[in-house]
């Protein structure tokens, strides 16, 4: 099952804005806060990390203001003139970020930290630092935006805002286990539990399945989500940490519903072919059809669990159609070439085998009749010398090659045989199978060493 990891990322611009502390009725374009994150293979463990990275104390900021400000601001203590002056250049910054100005902003906000005294006034001068850092952010200096930010923190510990920038700042560079510790800290501080969602999703993208269930839990008892939601994703999360029996528990509610019925059934099918219950997983595929479900991977997948109960004309008919309507085009020809092998449709499968094998492109075929947890989905591209892309190959040679023996296209036989023997495919095997082939052929002498051969391979 191809892992279904993607991310809410928080949209930078808006989310930096919000911080920053835009003017009341200043206009903000909406934004979709939805970023995709390339789909994974398979759940990986990330390493344990503390959890926030470390970061430099930041360098005293020497923003000198302009003219004759600097003798005021350094006084020991604030005056009025300093309050007055400080006040002016932060709402000075406020309106040129509400303009998306930051060139000026940055410039007033220099000022502004002439007038303000870290010691006296924390909180402002933190506020600053933040100020800063979402400027930073925005203008694509992770770095120095992680400088400014762990300063503000030194200053002031309690400043929640810092900790959503610093997540921003960790996703936009895919650290989403420091993305995922600062939001914990971003919540536990600002209480806004709407952000476990978010939270769920990026333990999700570091392979935490159990940690995101917790903290979409935690969503879901804030009432962030309605129960047909919240039961449907925890559907999802025990799929994907391969608790298949638990998903299934959780997606039957879920059967007859309007919304969700089609997507269950297709789960529930998935589930239980993981579970090597192939008639239960036809079943669930063929309810989910019904529904009008069409889900790439329907039709191939119930093709494999027809396969694997030797149902091999239902096999091929789906196959047939997952070659038409699904992305697995070259996995289903293989899948039905076996198929009408089985049933003894030699013609049909070495016109199927042929076509995979001389349209040029036959390496980029990952088909296997077996169960894997990519059962729901493609697999991901992997390198055409990999062991499996090897083995299948090889596969579609061996099969056709027993295709051929049959018709009686001897010769045939004989140079797919030893194409498997010259790339090492099954030696015993493809050894014997070739033997019988000399065999037939009356060359008794070549049919004795390929049978010597067969025996050594097989030690």
Do not use: H
């Not at 990322?9 to 989310?15: C, E, F, H, N």
């Not at 939270?199 to 392979?207: H, I, K, N, S, V």
């Not at 025990?238 to 608790?243: F, I």
Request: charged share 20%; proline share 2%; with cysteine.
């Amino acid at each position: 099952m191809k892992k279904r990891i993607c991310i809410f990322v928080l949209a930078v611009a808006m989310m930096l804005l919000a911080v920053l502390g835009m003017a009341e009725g200043t206009a903000a374009s909406e934004t979709t806060a939805i970023t995709a994150v390339p789909e994974t293979t398979a759940i990986t463990a990330v390493p344990e990390t503390t959890a926030i990275t470390a970061v430099p104390e930041m360098t005293e900021i020497t923003a000198t203001p302009e003219t004759t400000a600097t003798a005021a601001a350094t006084a020991p203590a604030a005056t009025t003139a300093d309050t007055q002056m400080l006040d002016t250049t932060y709402t000075l910054a406020l309106n040129a970020i509400n303009q998306e100005d930051y060139a000026t902003a940055r410039k007033y906000l220099n000022i502004a930290f002439a007038y303000c005294d870290k010691e006296s006034n924390p909180i402002m001068y933190a506020d600053l630092l933040l100020k800063q850092a979402c400027i930073d952010v925005i203008e694509g200096d992770n770095r120095i935006a992680l400088l400014a930010l762990d300063a503000a923190l030194t200053i002031d510990p309690e400043l929640a805002d810092a900790y959503l920038v610093a997540t921003q700042i960790y996703v936009d560079e895919s650290d989403y286990m420091n993305a995922a510790a600062c939001l914990e800290k971003y919540i536990e501080l600002s209480k806004d539990t709407s952000m476990y969602e978010t939270l769920a999703q990026l333990y999700e993208a570091t392979g935490d399945l159990d940690a995101a269930q917790e903290a979409y839990d935690k969503y879901v008892a804030a009432g962030g989500a309605t129960s047909q939601e919240a039961g449907f994703q925890s559907g999802l999360y025990r799929m994907e940490s391969g608790k298949y029996a638990e998903a299934i528990e959780a997606f039957t509610p879920y059967a007859d519903d309007e919304t969700y019925g089609a997507g269950a059934m297709y789960n529930i099918g998935v589930c239980q072919l993981n579970l090597n219950d192939f008639e239960a997983a036809v079943e669930a595929f063929s309810s989910c059809e019904e529904k009008g479900g069409t889900f790439n991977g329907l039709y191939y997948n119930r093709g494999i669990c027809y396969m694997m109960m030797e149902d091999w004309a239902d096999g091929s008919s789906d196959f047939a159609r997952s070659i038409e309507t699904e992305t697995f085009v070259d996995d289903a020809k293989y899948n039905m070439g076996i198929c009408d092998m089985q049933q003894e449709k030699y013609e049909a499968a070495v016109a199927t085998f042929t076509e995979l094998i001389g349209d040029g492109d036959a390496s980029t075929s990952k088909a296997m009749i077996s169960i894997s947890t990519d059962a729901q989905n493609t697999d991901e591209d992997k390198p055409a010398d990999s062991q499996e892309e090897k083995v299948v190959n090889d596969a579609v040679y061996y099969f056709r090659g027993v295709c051929n023996a049959a018709l009686g296209n001897l010769e045939a036989a004989l140079r797919d045989y030893t194409t498997c023997i010259e790339r090492g495919y099954e030696l015993s095997q493809s050894y014997y199978q070739r033997a019988q082939v000399y065999a037939a052929m009356g060359d008794t002498e070549k049919q004795t060493s390929d049978l010597e051969n067969s025996l050594s391979a097989g030690k």
